[in-house]
């Protein structure tokens, strides 16, 4: 079965949060949804929600500490408290603007990991990468494997090219089919695809082979246009 996520990015408040989190559990309640359905608040919205098993609610990001003297980051003691078990890992936002680097990415891979958590693992080359050809861009994207267990059973991994992502540019059928077709063979668990999916073009991206999923930003955060991208991935097997 097809994987869904929302990142919700730097958007919504704590409010709209809980609305569109109580308002998507009903829906996949209702229309007996058993997809895994993930949603990453920001981390001022964490709580408590109850929500059906399949609807997971993670961490955008976390530092690789229970606590301590860091100021602006969340620990580990923070998320557990509201029993959260999930986090996003290596989003390109963090790579390229935030600067984070592959060793602090690899630690907080190893400290999650250590921790039990569901781990969605984000790669992807900027244009730059892409415009050198598929040999430089296989050999960027596996260098953000450097340090991340693959075998790891709480792993999913997601393909986001950079130049896709909030860009309105998608990638190619073929271009989704080449990365992710290299990736299977050196992964074993699911692949989800992201950068400007859309409800307009969910359907194709989920029918290209070794899309397990996809990461959904942008058109995730209406619940209308979610509601209708969790119905085109309940539709494919
Ligand atoms: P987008 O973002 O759907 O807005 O392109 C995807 C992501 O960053 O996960």
Redesign the pocket.
Known sequence: MKIIAS?FKTNHTRKTTREFVEDLDNYIKDNEVKNDVFIFPSATALDNFDTQSNLNIGAQNGYFVKNGSFTGEIGSDQIDEFGIKTILIG???RRHIIHESQNEIAKKFNFYKALGYTIIYCVGEPLSVKEQGITQTLGYIFEQLNGIDLEYEKLIVAY?PVW???TGVVATAEDIAVIHKKLKKKITKPILY????KPENLDEILKIDNVDGT?????SWDVESFKKMIDITKNNS
């Open positions: 990142n989003h390109s936002e986001e896709a992502i909030g992201g950068g400007s999916v990461l959904i930003g942008t058109s």
